[in-house]
């Protein structure tokens, strides 16, 4: 049925067709493109928004994740008949272009929103900083370090007065990625990872970078991501990404001296259908 402006919503299992469509924006739409293989792809539903037959947009409800995610990507019109029809869900952690911002809220109750950089790295710029003496070597996390990966994004969480729900971290991620963290007396005082590796695709995302109150200003976030950057290149990633809100210029800077560079702009956040 067409929806609005007369645009069709249709499911697709057309991966091929998707990766294409994708690819004509890979820094922005990194982690779809991650989605496509397994283990995320069988949680990854994808629609195109058309118009005259013509595929104009695209969204990704990924229920891998609590809560789901949405993910918008093509021409605002389509997006806005993405968001209009039944097909998205009641409450999500959105992920959409700036200028979608005021046609999401026409349709959602938005609870939090974030002004985001995606950063990108291309492995030939990648800059490895030489540690300080004094800074304990990272080691590579498993999944019996867990529990002190929760434990250190609760009480950062609690300090910083964030919202657990802004975290994207699922045990799983540990052993299928790649986890690394700086112990001091045996707790974990700063950790990075990764949201997806997808090796067919060559894209990962690296994330969770979580420094303990009590241990800031070391430059441990450096050092833990600048690890999971480096393991990323040695098995081949071409494609690695990353978040960061606009106003975190110590991590930005953090990125930049690695190497990693702004490519655009994005929204995220909470949001609840409007009734």
């Known amino acids: ?20 469509f994708l690819s004509s924006d890979e820094s922005y739409t990194a982690y779809a493109l991650g989605d496509l293989e397994e283990p995320y792809a069988s949680q990854a539903n994808w629609y195109t928004a058309s118009v005259d037959e013509q595929v104009k947009g695209l969204g990704l409800i990924y229920t891998g994740l609590s809560p789901t995610v949405l993910f918008l990507f093509g021409t605002l019109p389509a997006v806005e008949a993405i968001l209009h029809s039944d097909t998205a869900p009641q409450q999500i952690y959105l992920t959409a272009k700036p200028e979608a911002a005021d046609i999401i809220k026409t349709v959602y109750d938005v609870e939090a929103i974030y002004h985001m950089f995606r950063m990108r790295l291309h492995p030939k710029q990648f800059s490895p900083m030489q540690p300080d003496a004094n800074t304990p070597l990272p080691r590579r996390l498993d ?51 990764t949201h997806l590796t997808a090796k067919r695709e060559a894209v990962a995302a690296v994330g969770n970078v979580v420094v303990h109150p009590d241990s800031r200003g070391k430059h441990w976030g450096t050092v ?27 991590a930005i800077k953090t990125y930049e001296r690695l190497g990693y560079q702004i490519t655009g702009e994005f929204i995220e956040g909470l949001a609840s259908r409007a009734e």
């Open 224 to 250: 833990v991501s600048q690890a999971v950057t480096k393991a990323l290149i040695d098995d081949g990633f071409r494609l690695i990404v990353l978040n960061v809100r606009q106003d975190n210029i110590a």
């Open 1 to 20: 049925m067409p929806n609005k402006n007369n645009y069709t919503i249709k499911k697709t299992t057309d991966t091929a067709f998707v990766r294409d």
């Open 143 to 193: 999944a019996d370090d867990v529990d002190e990966i929760n434990r250190l994004q609760r009480e950062a969480s609690a300090h910083d007065s964030r919202d657990m729900r802004d975290i994207a971290f699922d045990p799983v991620m540990v052993g299928d990625g790649y986890y690394y963290g700086i112990f001091v007396d045996n707790r974990l005082k700063a950790v990075a990872g």
